[in-house]
């Protein structure tokens, strides 16, 4: 193998067709130069210079040489390169997965401001109930999740909460209880409900069967549901009324109104960020502080 230095310093003097330029752009004196170029035409075993001549002209040898290795260099170079911005997480590909509630404000937000600093890495987005985005998280298929807390062991996994945020009732907007600020729970009895999916939603479904027992009612269940957004398009169409967390809110579906809770303490839904423990990808730890940051200023935004 050929030594790159040994091709950058003749790539310097065959622009420069003279010793003593040669080594002053390269910030060396003229002797080393000399010796490390007639180092390089012992390796190539063929001489690379015609001396003797002024200005040096090239050999054939030389000719074909300082194609090459241009070329070579070059693709060096943007091997480092990109090596360097790796190191840093300024490129490669980031798997990132996410929940419907994190999509009316936080993930755009997240989205955009990441795009913004790092706009050489990949992203790969995948939508995914909480269940699927830990499976794809162990797995290795993606790098983090936007998710609902687990209510099992999560593995190997870190998390980070981002958000919380109050239950609302989503409500026809012709319904009495649309024109009622602060809806007691109990008001729910007997009125058509729509509700999250056991298996597919179970943190909302617990939240959801949590606050009905509470109050003692036995819900009227006109519909189940996995998808916050297909709950909320469900109210819209008139069919019932949902608990839903306040996110929901910037979701435009129309005909629907939000009303908080007449409750002491309502419960809260939480939104947090996971990823496998002890990887130190920099794309990685780069979206986890932008996605802190970014949570920051929505619960901001969400309080004025």
């Not at 001489?47 to 693709?75: D, N, S």
């Not at 997965?97 to 992203?123: D, E, K, M, N, W």
């Not at 949590?210 to 819900?219: H, K, R, V, Y």
């Amino acid at each position: 193998m050929v030594d790159l230095r040994l091709l950058r310093y003749f790539v310097v003097l065959a622009e420069e067709l003279n010793f003593l330029r040669a080594a002053n752009r390269l910030h060396m004196t003229q002797p080393p130069l000399s010796k490390q170029i007639m180092q390089l035409e012992a390796d190539l075993e063929t001489p690379l210079f015609i001396r003797g001549k002024r200005p040096l002209q090239l050999t054939h040898a030389g000719i074909e040489l300082l194609t090459g290795a241009r070329r070579l260099l070059a693709q060096a170079d943007a091997v480092v390169d990109q090596a360097k911005l790796a190191g840093r997480g300024e490129s490669g590909r980031l798997g990132i997965s996410f929940v419907t509630g994190s999509l009316p404000q936080l993930l755009p937000r997240c989205i955009g401001a990441y795009r913004s600093l790092h706009p050489r890495v990949r992203l790969n987005l995948r939508e995914g109930v909480t269940a699927t985005q830990r499976e794809a998280l162990l797995a290795g298929e993606m790098d983090v999740g936007l998710m609902r807390p687990l209510a099992n062991d999560p593995g190997d996994l870190s998390t980070r909460k981002l958000i919380s945020e109050p239950m609302m009732l989503a409500v026809p907007e012709h319904h009495p209880l649309a024109l009622i600020e602060h809806v007691q729970v109990k008001a729910l009895a007997s009125e058509p409900l729509i509700l999250f999916d056991r298996k597919d939603s179970s943190y909302f479904y617990r939240i959801v069967s949590q606050m009905l027992d509470n109050a003692g009612i036995t819900p009227a269940v006109a519909q189940e549901a996995t998808q916050l957004y297909t709950v909320v398009a469900l109210v819209s169409s008139g069919i019932g009324m949902a608990v839903v967390p306040a996110s929901a809110r910037h979701m435009r579906y129309p005909g629907v109104e939000f009303r908080q809770f007449d409750l002491k303490r309502t419960p809260l839904a939480v939104l947090e960020l996971a990823w496998r423990e002890n990887d130190a990808n920099p794309a990685l730890l780069n979206f986890i502080d932008i996605a802190v940051a970014e949570a920051a200023r929505y619960a901001d935004s969400a309080v004025s």
